[in-house]
């Protein structure tokens, strides 16, 4: 949907672009990078749509009314250049490490763990192999034990180089406090 360059991934072009550019059709999933529900678009010449919306199997994939207004107010998002604000992957994206370096600061604050530097991978058909900066927390201990632990408890961490860790820059805030909990010392 926009250009992932400022967020320290690769140069691709973007939907608009690929239609410029003069691509007759573009399909794209709306839940991954559009930051929707489940679903998909055909985008492309007026011909080639019609013929798709007449197909017989569009009654059976037909997206209801509230995926509908789902998608469109996410897309409105990305028209009023409000994307990084309402839709949660790209205000993760757009977080500075500096923020990310104070929460992880915050959070492991009289605990045993500590932040450290990481690399997240966004994922998907779009970004399969690339990763930008972070910051993550390293939870000291059995790395499986611990990865068992905070599932548990609905957090979901990572496993690298044998140790576990929960990477700060995929935090909601209403996260945080959650995850405080989790890192806290049992009381003797």
């Keep these: 949907m926009v250009d992932l360059t400022p ?3 690769a140069r691709g072009e973007t ?8 691509v007759d059709a573009v399909t794209c999933s709306t839940d991954k990078l559009i930051g929707a529900t489940q679903g ?6 007026a011909d080639i749509v019609a013929r798709c919306r007449k197909h017989p199997l569009l009654r ?10 789902v998608v469109g ?3 409105r998002a990305f028209a009023t250049g409000k994307h990084e604000q309402q839709i949660p992957i790209y205000r993760m994206l757009a977080t500075p490490l500096e923020a990310l370096r104070a929460r992880a600061a915050e959070l492991t604050l009289g605990t045993l763990a500590r932040a450290i530097d990481s690399d997240c991978a966004l994922g998907g058909g779009t970004t399969p192999a690339e990763t930008i900066p972070s910051v993550a927390i390293l939870v000291p201990g059995n790395a499986s034990a611990l990865y068992d632990e905070f599932l548990r408890r609905a ?5 690298v180089d044998d140790r576990f860790t929960i990477e700060m820059r995929t935090l909601l805030d209403d996260d945080l406090p959650h995850v405080a909990v989790a890192l806290r010392p049992p009381s003797s």
């Excluded at 939907?15 to 003069?22: F, H, S, T």
């Excluded at 998909?40 to 010449?45: D, E, N, T």
């Design 60 to 69: 059976a994939l037909r997206a209801g009314k509230e995926s509908y207004a």
């Design 15 to 22: 939907i608009r672009e690929l239609i410029v550019a003069g």
């Design 73 to 75: 107010e996410t897309l």
């Design 7 to 9: 967020y320290g991934f």
């Design 40 to 45: 998909g678009l055909i985008l492309g010449r």
């Design 155 to 159: 957090i979901v961490g990572r496993i």
